[in-house]
C-alpha cells in the first residue's frame, strides 16, 4: 500500500521557495553592468550544469573551489537581493540583514537554525543572480527573455537525462560533501533533514521570476506562474514513489513554456540599467 506521499515536508518547503522565488525579483540591471550584456548571457543556464558535471567527473577536487566560491559569493548576492534587486523600490539598508543570516548559518552549524539561515542565503542569492543574468540579456536584445526561456528549457533537458541516467549522482555527492571549512556553512547547495535541493534547481525559479519582471508580467500574473509552479511541483514530486531523485528544474521549465501564453504580459517594461 502506497504512502499518501511519497516525500516529506522538506521537499514540500523546496517547492513552495521555488514558488516564492518567482514572486520576488525586480527587473533592470544596474548602469554600470550594461556594457556587459549580451544574448550568449543565456548559455549560462545550461552551461552551468554541463561544466560543474565535467568538470567535477575530471577534477573532484573542484568541489572544494566551488563550496569556497558559493561561501565567499553568495552571502554578498544575498544582500544585493535584500537591498536592490527585490520587487519594489531599492531598499539599500535592507542589505544588511544577510550579516544576521550569515552569524546564525556559521554559529548553528549542522542544526536547524544554521540549516534555514544557510537556505535563506543561498534562495536569495538567486534572486539577485537571476535578475543581473536576465538583464544582461535583455538590455543587449528586445528578444532576451526568449532566449532566457530557451536557455531554462535547455537546462532542464540536460539536467533530466543527468538525473534520470543516474549520471548526476556521482558529481552531487562529491559537491555535497565539500566543506569550505569546519565549522562552515555549505552554501552551495539547499539541505534540510538529510533532503537536498541543487543550486541550480532554485537559480532556475529566480531566473523565471527576473524574465516575468523583464516582461512587465503583472502581480496576477506573476501569482498565477507561482501558483502554477507550486501545483506542477507537487505533482512532479509524486514521482518520488518510483525514483529516488528528481530534476526540480523540469517544473520551472513547464511554466516558463506555459507563462508565456498567460495574460498580463505587457511589453518589455524596466528592462533599462538601474
Known amino acids: 500500500m502506497l504512502d499518501p506521499l511519497p516525500f516529506r515536508w522538506p521537499t514540500l518547503a523546496f517547492t513552495v521557495l521555488q514558488a516564492l522565488l518567482v514572486l ?4 533592470g540591471l544596474p548602469r554600470w553592468a550594461a556594457r556587459f550584456g549580451g544574448r550568449w548571457w543565456s548559455l549560462v543556464l545550461p552551461g552551468s550544469i554541463a561544466v560543474v558535471v565535467a568538470g567535477l567527473a575530471v577534477l573532484p577536487d573542484a568541489a572544494d573551489v566551488l563550496t569556497w566560491l558559493a561561501l565567499v559569493a553568495l552571502p554578498p548576492l544575498a544582500a544585493a537581493t535584500l537591498g536592490w534587486a527585490l520587487v519594489g523600490r531599492p531598499r539599500p539598508w535592507w542589505a544588511l540583514g544577510a550579516v544576521p543570516l550569515l552569524v546564525v548559518a556559521i554559529a548553528s552549524e549542522g542544526e536547524r537554525a544554521g540549516d534555514i539561515a544557510a537556505l535563506a542565503i543561498t534562495a536569495l542569492s538567486c534572486v539577485a543572480l537571476g535578475r543581473l543574468l536576465v538583464g544582461a540579456v535583455t538590455t543587449a536584445t528586445p528578444s532576451g527573455t526568449t ?4 536557455g531554462l528549457v535547455a537546462m532542464a533537458a540536460i539536467d533530466a537525462v543527468l538525473v534520470f541516467s543516474s549520471a548526476l549522482d556521482a558529481p552531487n555527492a562529491t559537491l555535497n560533501a565539500a566543506v569550505p571549512a569546519a565549522g562552515l556553512p555549505q552554501l552551495q547547495y539547499l539541505s534540510l533533514e538529510r533532503a537536498s ?6 537559480f532556475v525559479a529566480g531566473v523565471l521570476g527576473a524574465v516575468l519582471a ?3 508580467a503583472s502581480r496576477a500574473l506573476r501569482v498565477r ?3 502554477l509552479l507550486l501545483v506542477l511541483g507537487i505533482a ?3 514521482l518520488f514513489w518510483v525514483v529516488d531523485t528528481l530534476p526540480a528544474t523540469v517544473p520551472v521549465a513547464a511554466v516558463a513554456l506555459l507563462a508565456g501564453g498567460l495574460r498580463g504580459v505587457g511589453p518589455h517594461a524596466g528592462t533599462g540599467p538601474r
Not at 520576488?24 to 527587473?27: C, E, I, T, V
Not at 532566449?147 to 530557451?150: L, S
Not at 535541493?197 to 532554485?202: A, I, K, M, P, S
Open 197 to 202: 535541493l541543487g543550486y541550480g534547481d532554485v
Open 225 to 227: 506562474a507561482a501558483v
Open 214 to 216: 523583464a516582461e512587465g
Open 147 to 150: 532566449w532566457i526561456r530557451v
Open 24 to 27: 520576488l525579483p525586480a527587473a
Open 236 to 238: 512532479f514530486d509524486l
